[in-house]
């Protein structure tokens, strides 16, 4: 069964930091792994999307790698601002129909 | 604009009442999810739908009933069957092809308390 793990649960930084938030997932039989945003009370924004088959994918200040083989994603913020607060979510898709997600991570950047 | 609309945003139940949650999209997608999400826990699947007419249980699919009449709308019915159903719960759909390997969209959710 996949199962899919978050570190840290929660991450309090100063502005301006490059931040990285991990992923790790016990079967590597993936499609894809997706990273979202959520903020408090809100429904979930697409960050990122890495195919299988690719290494990483960039978007602005996010770059998310995926090796598969190890079972493991990061998510890379850099020069983190107040307005990145807020909780990361990973998923992996694997079969056809469903994301198996993680806890998440709940960044608070702090002026 | 497009995108994918939740009603309500709020909703309060009384125990043994039905209750059905709304989900549209004009995103023109195929594919329709359910999730619901617990505080500490990850977003759960509860049923998908991969055309109209047709859909799937998930993973916590007891106590819960869906419908695919139409391509653009997926309710989600929360009976009084559902042992606790105190959650927000998440609609999400996804675009036609590559099964599993499309990106998904989520709505806005809608949070359910049960009084």
């Known amino acids: 069964k996949q199962e899919v793990t978050q570190i840290p649960a929660a991450l309090s930084v100063p502005e301006g930091e490059n931040l990285v938030l991990n992923c790790s997932f016990t079967d590597s039989a993936i499609y894809n792994l997706q990273w979202f945003r959520q903020d408090p009370g809100k429904g979930l924004t697409s960050l990122l999307l890495?195919?299988?088959?690719?290494r990483e994918q960039t978007s602005g200040r996010l770059n998310a790698s995926l090796d598969k083989s190890s079972g493991r994603s990061t998510l890379y913020i850099a020069a983190s601002q107040p307005g990145d607060s807020a909780t990361y979510l990973c998923a992996v898709s694997q079969g056809a129909d469903k994301l198996i997600f993680g806890t998440g991570t709940r960044l608070q950047v702090f002026p | 604009d497009g995108g994918i609309t939740q009603s309500p945003k709020y909703l309060f139940r009384k125990e043994g009442q039905n209750v059905t949650l709304s989900c549209e999209q004009n995103l023109n997608h195929d594919a329709m999810y359910w999730y619901r999400q617990d505080p500490g826990q990850g977003l759960r699947l509860i049923y998908y739908?991969?055309?109209?007419?047709?859909?799937q249980k998930g993973d916590i699919a007891e106590g819960y009933s869906v419908s695919r009449e139409k391509k653009e709308s997926f309710p989600l019915t929360v009976t009084s069957a559902q042992k606790n159903p105190t959650a927000f719960y998440l609609c999400a759909s996804s675009p036609p092809g590559g099964r599993g390997r499309n990106e998904q969209f989520f709505g806005p959710g809608t949070r359910l308390t049960v009084l």
């Open positions: 890495i195919q299988s088959s690719q």
């Open positions: 739908s991969q055309i109209v007419n047709d859909f």
